[in-house]
């Protein structure tokens, strides 16, 4: 019998999920804590610095789910004395990502198109959802960097509800958290940056308006995806830290 359904054939393989090769473009840019304040669920509150994160990866191999991209946002935010990063928005290429992330981790997954390429001199990452091109960065190499000067998106924060087949309220709702473990740093690059966030009715990522970019980075990594844990039970009003 399969680890998810349809138990008869399986949407995806249970963790760990190897992923080789992966490449990032990731920007870290300056928002502001009243916009982040409106969006955090709670017991999360905003990290000492407004700091979001935005990135596009492309994973050309991924053990029990072939090859997909991805696009997100997190917030960089806190649970008590925890620092992490908040999963505000994510959107996968692949139906079997979108499920896995979802149902184990409860990352807000959606399907959209994304792209990740060179262009000349810059590196181009696009991600298109219903024909609305809600997200552009572009980033150019100008300086390697060692694997220790990257910045940490991790650990992440997830917000997981899934609502009951009675109607009755949700049978899970929780804020989890995941990491990732065996990173193998390939090359990395820092370098100018740009962002561009469009509105959409299907996203709400504009809320959150760059005020001023941080660092720029470009880089080619190989990690492994474990299980992550529960932080927080709504249901129960319990911690877990």
């Given at each position: 019998?399969?680890?998810?359904?349809?138990?008869?054939?399986?949407?995806?393989?249970?963790?760990?999920?190897?992923?080789?090769n992966?490449?990032?473009?990731?920007?870290?840019?300056?928002?502001?804590?009243?916009?982040?304040?409106?969006?955090?669920?709670?017991?999360?509150?905003?990290?000492?610095?407004?700091?979001?994160?935005?990135?596009?990866?492309?994973?050309?191999?991924?053990?029990?789910?072939?090859?997909?991209?991805?696009?997100?946002?997190?917030?960089?935010?806190?649970?008590?004395?925890?620092?992490?990063?908040?999963?505000?928005?994510?959107?996968?290429?692949?139906?079997?990502?979108?499920?896995?992330?979802?149902?184990?981790?409860?990352?807000?997954k959606?399907?959209?198109?994304?792209?990740?390429?060179?262009?000349?001199?810059?590196v181009?990452?696009?991600?298109?959802?219903?024909?609305?091109?809600?997200l552009?960065?572009?980033?150019?190499?100008?300086?390697?960097?060692?694997p220790?000067?990257?910045?940490?998106?991790?650990?992440?924060?997830?917000?997981?509800?899934?609502?009951?087949?009675?109607?009755?309220?949700?049978?899970?709702?929780?804020?989890?958290?995941?990491?990732?473990?065996?990173?193998?740093?390939?090359?990395?690059?820092?370098?100018?940056?740009?962002?561009?966030?469009?509105?959409?009715?299907?996203?709400?990522?504009?809320?959150?308006?760059?005020?001023?970019?941080?660092?720029?980075?470009?880089?080619?990594?190989?990690?492994?995806?474990?299980?992550?844990?529960?932080?927080?039970?709504?249901?129960?009003?319990?911690?877990?830290?």
């Amino acid at each position: 019998m399969g680890f998810s359904m349809p138990f008869h054939a399986q949407l995806y393989t249970k963790p760990p999920h190897r992923y080789l090769n992966g490449q990032w473009l990731l920007i870290l840019y300056e928002s502001s804590t009243s916009s982040i304040e409106k969006i955090l669920p709670r017991p999360l509150e905003p990290a000492d610095e407004p700091i979001v994160a935005v990135f596009i990866a492309k994973f050309p191999v991924v053990q029990g789910m072939g090859t997909y991209l991805e696009a997100g946002m997190l917030i960089k935010s806190k649970l008590k004395e925890l620092t992490g990063y908040y999963v505000y928005e994510l959107f996968v290429t692949s139906d079997s990502a979108m499920a896995c992330g979802r149902e184990i981790w409860g990352s807000p997954k959606k399907m959209a198109d994304i792209t990740l390429k060179d262009v000349g001199e810059i590196v181009l990452g696009k991600m298109i959802r219903n024909s609305v091109e809600i997200l552009t960065l572009t980033f150019k190499r100008e300086m390697e960097v060692k694997p220790e000067e990257l910045p940490s998106i991790f650990p992440t924060f997830c917000y997981k509800m899934i609502p009951s087949v009675s109607g009755d309220g949700y049978d899970v709702r929780q804020i989890t958290t995941a990491s990732i473990d065996e990173v193998e740093v390939l090359e990395a690059w820092s370098g100018p940056a740009t962002i561009s966030i469009n509105p959409s009715a299907t996203t709400k990522m504009h809320l959150i308006e760059p005020k001023r970019i941080i660092s720029g980075y470009y880089f080619r990594m190989s990690h492994t995806q474990k299980y992550g844990k529960v932080l927080y039970d709504y249901l129960s009003d319990r911690y877990f830290i």
